[in-house]
């Protein structure tokens, strides 16, 4: 499984980004895809993960600011992130769980939140 990434790159506080995450060779179906982040000197956490039938769930700090959403029939996750703020810089993280076989990670795109 391949994902690429994209939509990373340095905006304003208060400003907007959206991130792309297509896979591609998923021989078994994706149960679930979602957005990880991880900042310097922290551990990586959970942004926001969307599955199959379209459940979702968010990591608190980004409730009400972020959205994902899905588009199947291109196997691509989005993640519109609005009211950015410094404390989201970090590199994120495309994850891929598929319904068998390896969970698979992109290669990440750095956010930066910076006047």
């Known amino acids: 499984v391949q994902l690429v990434e994209s939509g990373g790159g340095l905006v304003q506080p208060g400003g907007s980004l959206r991130l792309s995450c297509a896979a591609s060779?998923?021989?078994?179906?994706?149960?679930?895809m979602g957005w990880y982040r991880q900042a310097p000197g922290k551990q990586r956490e959970l942004v926001a993960r969307?599955?199959?039938?379209?459940?979702?769930n968010y990591g608190d700090s980004v409730k009400g600011r972020f959205t994902i959403s899905r588009d199947n029939a291109k196997n691509t996750v989005y993640l519109q992130m609005n009211s950015l703020k410094p404390e989201d810089t970090a590199v994120y993280y495309c994850?891929?769980?598929?319904?068998?076989?390896?969970?698979?990670w992109g290669q990440g795109t750095q956010v930066t939140v910076s006047s």
């Open positions: 969307i599955t199959s039938g379209g459940n979702t």
């Open positions: 994850k891929l769980t598929p319904n068998f076989g390896a969970i698979a």
């Open positions: 060779g998923s021989a078994f179906g994706i149960n679930a």
